[in-house]
C-alpha cells in the first residue's frame, strides 16, 4: 500500500471490511482464512489464533497482536452485548454466520477513495514486507506467513526503497587483522 492509502480504506469502508482489513494486516491472513475463522480457534489464554489446514495443508498459530486484540473484542460480543458461541463466525454476519466473500464491499470501497488495482490479497504481501521492513527474519515471516518455503517468501515481499537506505546506513562491521 503506498501513501495515505491504508487510511482511505479505513475512512470509506464499513466497520465489518474494516475490522477485516486490519485483521488482514495484522496476521498477514488470507481473505478466505479470515472468513473461515471461528472463535473456537481463538485461543484466549495463548494470545494467539490457530489455524487449521491452510492453503498449504498445515496449521499455523499466529500471535495476537495490540491493533488485532481489539479487533477481536469489538467482534467478541453479539449485537445483544452477548458473547458469540465458540462456532460463530469471527468475521461473520451480524449473528455469526459465515460471509463467503467481501468482494462486493471490497471493490466498492476501493472505488469510493479511487485506490485502482489493489486486491485483498495485496493485504497478505502487505503484511508480510511490514514485517520485513520491521526487522523480522525472513524465516519467521516465513513461518508466519505459513509459505511452505523461504522462496516463495523472498519472491513474495516487497523491500522497500527506504528500507535499502537504512539498511546501508547501518555501521558496517569492520574487521581488524592483527599482528
Known amino acids: 500500500m503506498e501513501g495515505d492509502e491504508q487510511q482511505r480504506l479505513f475512512d470509506a469502508a464499513g466497520v465489518h471490511l474494516r475490522d477485516l482489513v486490519a485483521a488482514a494486516l495484522e496476521t498477514g491472513c488470507r481473505e478466505g482464512e479470515l472468513l473461515s475463522l471461528q472463535w473456537h480457534q481463538v485461543r484466549?489464554?495463548?494470545?494467539?489464533?490457530?489455524?487449521?489446514?491452510?492453503?498449504?495443508?498445515?496449521?499455523?498459530?499466529?500471535?495476537?497482536?495490540?491493533?488485532?486484540?481489539?479487533?477481536?473484542?469489538?467482534?467478541?460480543?453479539?449485537?445483544?452485548?452477548?458473547?458469540r458461541p465458540a462456532a460463530a463466525y469471527g468475521f461473520g454476519n451480524e449473528v455469526g454466520e459465515r460471509i463467503g466473500s467481501v468482494k462486493t464491499a471490497w471493490t466498492g470501497t476501493c472505488r469510493r477513495v479511487n485506490i485502482i488495482g489493489l486486491h485483498f490479497h495485496d493485504l497478505r504481501h502487505e503484511a508480510g514486507s511490514r514485517r520485513l521492513e520491521e526487522g523480522w527474519p525472513l524465516h519467521a515471516?516465513?513461518?508466519?506467513?505459513?509459505?511452505?518455503?523461504i522462496e516463495t517468501t523472498a519472491r513474495y515481499l516487497n523491500v522497500g526503497r527506504m528500507q535499502l537506505h537504512e539498511l546501508n546506513d547501518r555501521p558496517k562491521l569492520t574487521l581488524v587483522k592483527k599482528g
Do not use: C, M, Y
Not at 141 to 149: I, M, N
Open 141 to 149: 515471516v516465513s513461518a508466519w506467513l505459513g509459505h511452505a518455503s
Open 44 to 83: 484466549w489464554l495463548q494470545n494467539e489464533i490457530f489455524l487449521p489446514g491452510t492453503k498449504t495443508g498445515e496449521g499455523r498459530h499466529l500471535p495476537i497482536s495490540k491493533e488485532l486484540r481489539k479487533v477481536r473484542d469489538r467482534r467478541k460480543l453479539d449485537p445483544h452485548g452477548e458473547e
